[in-house]
C-alpha cells in the first residue's frame, strides 16, 4: 500500500509502498476514504511523543470502509462505513468498564502506537469497543474530523465544560479543534469569544459563530475580562501552548473552567500554571482527552438534525502526495485539511 513514511524524527516525510497491515484478533483493517492532518501528528513526527517507534507512518483522524475483520469481531463486517476515536480503548480495563473508554489504561492509538491513516490502509484494535458507524449522508472526508478534533471539541465543550446557554466561552487557538469548538459552543447558545494570532482563523471563527475575535498578540486576559465583565465562564487551551494554557486560566471569572485540549508535550517546556489563581477564584482546571464511542450517538444525532454542520471545517481536500507538505505546515492554513485520495 501507499503511505506517508518517516524514518527519522523531523526528517524528510515520504511516499513509499509498504506492507498492508493484516487485522488484528478483534480487530479489522479499514480502507481509509478521509485522514486528516492534525496537530498531534505533528508532535508525532517531531519526537514528542514517546510510544511512536521508527519508521513511522502518522494519521489518527480517520474514516473509511471495513476492508478485512480479524477474528472474534461481532458487530461489524467488509464495507461497513466507520470512523473510529483516536483512543482505541481496550474493553476491559476498569477504566473501559466504567465507561470512560478515552482514558483507557491499555489503549492503543493508529498513528501513534502503531501505524497510522495516512495510507491506504490501518488497522484498528477492539472494533466492537471503538468502532462508530458513519451515516450514509456524511461523507467519509467530513466524517475523518470526528475521529479527532471535531469530537474531542464537541467532548470538550459539551461533556467536560458543561457549557449552558448565555455562558460566555473564550476558545484560544482555532486550529481545527478550536474552531470546532467555537461552532460547538456557540450552538450551545453560548457567547464565544475566538483568539488566535491569525486573521484568516479568525475570519473563519466569526463565520463559525464568534461574537467576537482578539488578536492572541494582546492582553488577551485583560481583553476577555473587558468583554465579559469579569472573564468567562469557561476557557479552552485549543492549541496546546504554555502562552494559550495560561491566558486562558487567567481569562476565567471566579468559579470559571478552564479546558485543557490541545497537548503539551513536556518535550516543548510546562507552563507555569498561576496555581494562586485557581485556589483564589475556586477554578476549575479539566482535562479532555478524544470522546469514548458510546458517546458518539448524540454527536451524530445533532449533526443529523442540522443543529452541529462539520462541513464548512473542512477548508482543504488534499491527496496523500499533498499530505507531506501539509504536516510540515501544520497550523499555517485555516480549517481542517483532509487527505481523501490515496
Ligand atoms: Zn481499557
Ligand atoms: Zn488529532
Known amino acids: 500500500m501507499r503511505a506517508l513514511v518517516f524514518d527519522s524524527f523531523g526528517g524528510p516525510l ?67 462505513r ?26 492503543t492509538q493508529p498513528g501513534f502506537t502503531h501505524w497510522g491513516s495516512l495510507a491506504e490502509f490501518v488497522a484498528l484494535d477492539a472494533a466492537d469497543v471503538n468502532l462508530v458507524g458513519v451515516p450514509e449522508e456524511l461523507d467519509l472526508s467530513t466524517a475523518a474530523a470526528l475521529g479527532c478534533r471535531y469530537a474531542t471539541a464537541f467532548r470538550a465543550v459539551v461533556q467536560v465544560a458543561r457549557v449552558r446557554a448565555g455562558e ?25 469569544i475566538a483568539v488566535d494570532v491569525a486573521p484568516g482563523a479568525l ?19 485583560a481583553a476577555v475580562a473587558e468583554l465579559t465583565g469579569g472573564g468567562a465562564h469557561v476557557s479552552l487551551d485549543a492549541l496546546g501552548a504554555a502562552v494559550t494554557c495560561i491566558n486562558s486560566i487567567r481569562s476565567l471569572r471566579p468559579r470559571g473552567r478552564h479546558v485543557q485540549v490541545g497537548l503539551l508535550p513536556p518535550a516543548q517546556g510546562r507552563p507555569e500554571v498561576p496555581m494562586e489563581r485557581v485556589i483564589g477564584l475556586e477554578l476549575q482546571v479539566l482535562g479532555s482527552h478524544g470522546m469514548a464511542a458510546h458517546a458518539y ?14 462541513r464548512p471545517l473542512i477548508t482543504r481536500r488534499l491527496s496523500l502526495d499533498d499530505a507531506a507538505a501539509a504536516l510540515a505546515e501544520v497550523g499555517r492554513r485555516p480549517g481542517i485539511a483532509v487527505v481523501t485520495s490515496f
Open 14 to 80: 515520504e511516499i513509499r509502498d509498504v506492507p498492508a497491515p493484516e487485522p488484528p484478533p478483534g480487530g479489522v483493517v479499514v480502507r481509509v476514504g478521509g485522514s486528516g492532518i492534525c496537530r498531534s501528528d505533528w508532535h508525532a513526527w517531531q519526537g514528542h511523543d514517546p510510544d511512536v517507534v521508527l519508521p513511522h507512518v502518522p494519521g489518527h483522524e480517520l474514516a473509511g470502509a471495513v476492508a478485512a475483520v480479524g477474528t472474534g469481531v461481532r458487530n461489524w463486517s467488509v464495507g461497513d
Open 82 to 107: 466507520v470512523t473510529v476515536p483516536f483512543v482505541n480503548a481496550c474493553g476491559t480495563c476498569a477504566q473501559c468498564a466504567s465507561g470512560e473508554q478515552q482514558v483507557c489504561a491499555r489503549q
Open 168 to 192: 460566555w466561552v473564550a476558545v484560544h487557538g482555532c486550529g481545527g479543534v478550536g474552531l470546532s469548538a467555537v461552532q460547538i459552543a456557540a450552538a450551545a447558545g453560548a457567547r464565544v
Open 203 to 221: 475570519a473563519l471563527a466569526r463565520q463559525l459563530g464568534a461574537e467576537h475575535a482578539l488578536d492572541g498578540g494582546t492582553d488577551v486576559p
Open 297 to 310: 450517538p448524540e454527536l451524530l444525532g445533532l449533526i443529523a438534525a442540522g443543529r452541529l454542520d462539520p
